[in-house]
């Protein structure tokens, strides 16, 4: 699935954004069609981002949150966690496999939060080292959610800087 993934995008999935990684996953998420989450966002899958995305399938589904919806795994959606999304779409993060980043997590990777998979790889992430984002976020690293993590990076996708494309705080388990 991820060189399929890798493939479908057409460029190395750290140069792709999460709206291209997307588009590539399937076609029914949580029971809607690609399209029809495309026109609920209401614009270009490239040009939406992953808060849009998400937020238009619900903000709860069966009880879990934002985490678990997005299932590319191949098994029931109310089990996928966040890790599972990741490893559907690389087999390496940083240098680390993603199977290392899971075992390193040493807990349920359904119950751990993307903060604890984040620090496994405990390298770089954009060119910010992870007490560089750390000390940015301003909290411990376990106590932070994805997007606080990424909007002290501060980069920028599809011409859109991360510090207002992802407003959506995850909920974790």
Do not use: P, Q
Request: aromatic fraction near 4%; proline fraction near 0%; charge should be positive.
């Amino acid at each position: 699935m991820a060189l399929f993934i890798i493939n479908c995008v057409g460029t190395k999935v750290n140069r792709s954004t999460i709206a291209d990684i997307i588009k590539c996953v399937g076609t029914n998420v949580n029971g809607y069609g690609l399209v029809h989450i495309i026109n609920c966002v209401g614009t270009n899958v490239n040009r939406s981002t992953i808060a849009d995305i998400i937020k238009c399938v619900g903000t709860n589904v069966n009880g879990y949150g934002l985490v678990h919806i997005i299932n590319c795994v191949g098994t029931n959606v109310n089990r996928s966690a966040i890790a599972d999304i990741i490893k559907c779409v690389v087999t390496n993060v940083n240098g680390y496999a993603l199977v290392h980043i899971i075992n390193c997590v040493g807990a349920n990777v359904n119950r751990s939060a993307i903060a604890d998979i984040i620090k496994c790889v405990g390298t770089n992430v954009n060119g910010y080292g992870l007490v560089h984002i750390i000390n940015c976020v301003g909290t411990n690293v376990n106590r932070s959610t994805i997007a606080d993590i990424i909007k002290c990076v501060g980069t920028n996708v599809n011409g859109y800087a991360l510090v207002h494309i992802i407003k959506l705080r995850w909920n974790e388990r």
